[in-house]
């Protein structure tokens, strides 16, 4: 499979809008999601044995998403992808709340 489709997979059983890039619904709580860089990660022979994806997945909402930040996490792990880092921001212009979690994925 596809990295977005193993992605909106992984986050399907949350039941909030999830989609790639940008959302152009009227849900106030969503998550859109992005890679953000794609490198080798172990190289043999001058080939690439493994390669990473990195992902951002961006969890935006009006309210406390403390508990969904939990269950995003736990579905992101169970399909196989490590966490790197995690960061809240608050946007002023739009008076949102936004998660901005980071992770990482290799393939061989």
């Known amino acids: 499979m596809s990295l977005?489709?193993?992605?909106?997979m992984a986050l399907s059983p949350l039941?909030?809008?999830?989609a790639f890039q940008t959302y152009s619904g009227k849900a106030e709580t969503y998550i859109t999601f992005f890679t953000y860089l794609?490198?080798?990660?172990?190289?043999?022979?001058d080939e690439e044995e493994v390669g990473g994806q990195y992902i951002q997945i961006d969890l935006w909402s009006k309210e406390d998403y403390t508990d969904l930040v939990k269950q995003v996490?736990?579905?992101m792990k169970e399909a196989g992808?490590?966490?790197l880092n995690f960061y809240d921001l608050?946007?002023?212009d739009t008076k949102v709340y936004h998660k901005v979690m980071r992770y990482r994925r290799e393939e061989k």
């Not at 977005?4 to 909106?8: A, F, M, P, T, V």
């Not at 039941?15 to 999830?18: E, H, L, Y």
């Not at 794609?38 to 022979?45: F, Q």
């Open 81 to 83: 992808f490590i966490k």
């Open 73 to 75: 996490h736990k579905q």
């Open 4 to 8: 977005n489709k193993d992605i909106l």
């Open 90 to 92: 608050y946007e002023k």
């Open 15 to 18: 039941n909030i809008p999830v």
């Open 38 to 45: 794609e490198k080798a990660e172990l190289h043999a022979d």
